[in-house]
């Protein structure tokens, strides 16, 4: 864990000693070369310290967690650590570098402020103490850690020896502790036995805790027996290649004891080849459990001989990468346990003896809120069952358990095999996901968090590093994706096309992750201050509900870097104006939702901050002082009371993402139901900006949008017919946009924009379309890569049926119409939209008829139809989409409804309806 936070020291001592940084040291300190030349030499010292520490500290492992004198030391590190990355920023600061973040430091003239500020003797001087600490430290750890640290057993050995016995449990468990798998069994039991006689890879896949091995170990017990030979391997990521092959060897071979006993002396070459050897002629079942990469399922399926007899090879696994190596539909995803299942499984273990497992009357209540909480994770239940069998069974002593659950899965021994299990799945992340991983669980319990949000906010935290070609959030959402795959984060909703859109972490990750963060002074939650935790050195500070008992108790103001809001408070902040004076060095001030009218002059002061988010708060005006802070990458006004920009907004050249729209009409019937804001002179100046929404489009600004040629997401208010030249020939220098919006000032302007975007997935036209667009304008066609999946034209007003011209692109997985057609019929003909998972028509007037014919549409999941008041028949062939997973009339009358519920194509269907007022 204190690796996280010596890396992020080691990455900002990198950015103060590369060579530009140097350069500007040099220039703005030139008759301080002396100091400059010592600090920047401590400063390399320190890095090599910390690093080597840093590489120490990932081989540790779970082993020697509790052990006070070892977490003493680690406690220390941490301080020296965070006063470490404290000096740098104060030394950037200094300055005024850029780095590779796209951050430039300000720097005032003459540095009026020098005396809230180190000077560069203090700051060497300071530096030369934290190079001494880590020396000390070091000699501290090489005299007194050693002697409780037990030598005999390396930290490889010893995670491959903690997951070893987790998987013998989890093997050893009868048959009556298995619940509701019966459908999981049956298919594997079913890809066992069919007739392919090629040999076929199975992987069951989940988070750690799911019973994976205990399935695998019931299906194999059952099944070995219809195989000629069959063997079970423990796999860990530190495996031993030939520790393995001997394995199945000893498995393989126990019946023939004299090739057995040759096999002992043979070399590695000769073990493979008497196992091929073996293998051949024979119909084998091999299980390798909890394997971890995918080269390490390479590096043994390679022993095993490919004979066309029907063997089966089964992997257990946390990781999809791994997963994936599987045959072809063969993966087997186990899911948490619903709640039925949960509490059959929960009453089995803890009343074994009642009739049917009943539970106690009185403690059903409290019973059913602690089984809730281990969120569906057989071994959470299974282990606080044990936890509670041994206990009275009285309400007060299952309520005090229940009060105190967090506590008793961080600390209670009895539940060692759930933090076990849990944490090996930790250890094993890389360290640059260990701190992705660590923030997202000081979020709420079951929050729901969103990809766009989160990766901007991981690089503003300085998370994130530059990989070759690709941009810090395309490297952002591979972190993200990879933290789902290994089963750290729980997918909860894809987008139509295939991206992450939103996820949450397990409660019992959870509550172990939290833990990490407290204890090692990452962050601190919520829930940590409400339990009078009040003097932790938290650098973060996530808050659910801002209550002025949280914002007068905490103590460590000065240290903290991030503060986030994650609810919708009613509560003033009255904490920001201490922050923006005390919290120096503040990197994210996230206060979405909260009512605060005003943001102090102050917040120009905090020359570290890079992302400000004022989403639905009822600011009205930002202070001229946001000027100063050129450090900024994400500003987010959205939904705000402001309602102009500072004209020094255009001095933050490093702005990534800037958020400024308003929703003037929530239900979206106005064509304007969007509001932005103007640039004022100098849009020019922000060309590192990824996404802009919303510009309110002038003159000025036309002049200037071409050389915003970082953009990926843009969205036009106000835009008149006249505009649409100057604007597509700005669109062409744009090679990343991937989201275009264009709201036309009134239903007269046309919005004519000929220009083909090679990297355009998403298109959303507000206004009049020319007739013949859809076949003329590049936007429409699928042609040189131009691959759009979401389409969405509003107020169009075209007068022909514009699915044929449509159809040609048939990536499309998403498509809207709102007000965008004014004839009488359209037609969904075969082969159209093959990918189509989202269609939605609404306020088309005269619409009667709707025809689907078959084969039109084969992936549709969700279907609107909404305020079609011409329609009065049920759209023929609808039967040919059935069954959806949503199909919604909305605003139809009581005929209509009428002639729904009588309609056979969609019976038994799950309808969503509602009638016009």
């Avoid at 509701?180 to 989940?206: F, H, M, P, T, Y």
């Avoid at 939904?639 to 729209?661: A, M």
């Avoid at 700005?730 to 000032?745: D, G, T």
């Avoid at 998403?762 to 076949?775: H, I, M, V, W, Y």
Wanted: some cysteine.
């Amino acid at each position: 864990m204190a690796e996280i936070v010596i890396l992020l020291a080691i990455k900002k001592i990198g950015i103060a000693l590369a060579c530009r940084a140097a350069n500007q040291a040099n220039v703005q300190f030139g008759k301080y070369k002396a100091q400059l030349q010592e600090l920047h030499g401590s400063m390399g010292r320190v890095a090599r310290e910390l690093r080597i520490m840093h590489d120490v500290l990932c081989h540790m492992d779970i082993r020697n967690r509790n052990n006070q004198v070892y977490d003493g030391w680690l406690e220390e590190v941490q301080k020296v650590a965070h006063v470490m990355e404290d000096m740098v920023d104060e030394y950037l600061y200094l300055v005024g570098q850029e780095h590779d973040m796209g951050s430039c430091f300000y720097l005032k003239k003459g540095f009026r402020k020098s005396r809230s500020l180190l000077s560069m003797n203090q700051l060497a001087f300071k530096v030369k103490e934290i190079e001494k600490d880590l020396s000390h430290l070091s000699e501290t750890n090489k005299r007194w850690v050693p002697m409780t640290i037990s030598g005999a057993t390396s930290s490889c050995d010893y995670i491959v020896k903690r997951g070893q016995d987790l998987a013998n449990i989890s093997r050893s468990l009868d048959e009556e502790d298995l619940v509701g798998v019966d459908e999981n069994r049956e298919k594997l039991e079913q890809w066992l036995a069919d007739d392919d006689l090629e040999r076929s890879v199975i992987a069951l896949l989940g988070m750690g805790g799911l019973g994976k091995t205990t399935l695998a170990a019931n299906v194999y017990r059952n099944e070995r027996n219809k195989f000629q030979c069959h063997a079970w391997v423990s796999i860990s990521q530190t495996y031993s290649r030939e520790a393995v092959l001997r394995n199945i060897c000893k498995e393989l071979l126990k019946d023939d004891v004299s090739v057995l006993s040759k096999s002992a002396a043979m070399d590695i070459t000769c073990l493979e080849e008497t196992l091929k050897s073996f293998l051949e002629q024979r119909k084998y079942l091999i299980i390798f459990d909890d394997v971890w990469t995918p080269e390490t399922f390479d590096d043994l399926s390679r022993m095993l001989i490919h004979n066309d007899k029907g063997s089966r090879l089964i992997i257990t696994t946390r990781e999809g990468d791994v997963a994936a190596l599987a045959s072809p539909r063969h993966i087997l995803t186990l899911e948490a346990l619903p709640e039925d299942k949960a509490w059959d499984l929960f009453c089995k273990k803890i009343f074994p003896k009642e009739t049917n497992h009943d539970c106690h009357a009185e403690l059903k209540p409290l019973s059913r809120e602690i089984v809730g909480r281990c969120k569906g994770l057989p071994l959470a239940i299974v282990s606080v069952a044990g936890l509670l069998r041994v206990r009275e069974k009285t309400v007060e002593e299952w309520r005090r358990i229940n009060n105190q659950l967090s506590w008793e899965i961080i600390n209670n021994s009895r539940l060692d095999h759930i933090r076990n299990v849990l944490h090996l799945s930790f250890i094993y992340l890389p360290t640059h996901l260990k701190s992705c991983f660590l923030y997202c669980s000081l979020f709420p319990e079951d929050y729901l968090l969103k990809r766009k949000q989160l990766v901007r906010l991981w690089i503003a935290e300085g998370f994130i590093e530059g990989r070759g070609g690709s941009t810090l959030e395309e490297v952002a959402e591979g972190y993200l994706k990879e933290l789902v795959d290994r089963n750290m984060l729980q997918l909860v909703e894809m987008n139509s096309f295939g991206r992450i859109k939103e996820f949450k972490m397990h409660d019992i990750l959870r509550e172990l992750a939290v833990d990490l963060c407290q204890k090692n002074c990452f962050g601190v939650t919520q829930e940590a201050k409400c339990e009078g935790s009040l003097e932790m050195d938290g650098r973060r500070l996530i808050l659910d509900k801002i209550n002025n008992d949280v914002q007068q108790s905490f103590s460590g103001l000065h240290q903290l870097r991030s503060v986030i809001t994650s609810g919708h408070g009613k509560s003033p902040f009255t904490l920001l104006p201490l922050l923006c004076k005390e919290s120096r060095y503040m990197t994210v001030l996230e206060l979405s939702g909260i009512p605060i009218k005003k943001i102090p002059d102050a917040i120009g002061d905090l020359f570290n901050l890079r992302h400000l988010g004022l989403r639905n708060s009822k600011v009205k005006m930002l202070p001229r002082s946001v000027e100063k802070l050129s450090n900024l990458l994400t500003l987010d006004l959205c939904k705000s009371d402001i309602h102009e920009l500072p004209s020094g907004i255009v001095k933050l050249k490093k702005l990534r993402h800037l958020f400024v729209e308003k929703i003037m009409d929530p239900d979206w019937r106005n064509i304007n139901h969007l509001s932005g804001m103007c640039i004022p002179n100098g849009l020019g100046n922000l060309t590192n900006l990824q996404t802009l929404q919303a510009l309110q489009v002038q003159d000025e600004s036309l002049r200037h949008l071409g050389e915003l040629r970082q953009l990926k997401s843009l969205r036009l208010l106000n835009v008149k017919g006249i505009y649409c030249g100057r604007i597509s020939e700005s669109l062409v220098q744009m090679r990343h946009l991937s989201l275009l919006s264009v709201n036309a000032s009134d239903g007269n302007e046309v919005l004519l924009l000929n220009v083909l975007l090679p990297s355009l997935q998403k298109l959303r036209l507000r206004g009049r379309l020319a007739e013949g667009a859809l076949d003329e304008s590049p936007l429409f066609q699928a042609v040189e890569g131009q691959n759009l999946y979401e389409l969405v034209l509003s107020w169009s007003q075209l007068t022909e049926d514009p699915l044929p011209s449509l159809s040609r692109l048939s990536s499309l997985t998403r498509l809207h119409f709102t007000r965008a057609y004014t004839g009488e019929h359209l037609s969904l003909l075969t082969g159209w939209f093959p990918k189509l998972k989202v269609l939605s028509l609404t306020d088309l007037p005269n619409l009667k008829r709707l025809e689907i014919q078959q084969g039109a549409m084969g992936s549709l999941e969700h279907l609107f139809l909404i305020r079609l008041s011409s329609m009065t028949e049920v759209p023929p062939g609808i039967e040919f989409v059935m069954p959806l997973e949503y199909l919604g009339f909305h605003e139809i009358t009581g005929d209509f409804l009428s002639l729904l519920r009588h309609c056979s194509a969609i019976r038994g269907t799950r309808l969503r309806y509602s009638l016009r007022d």
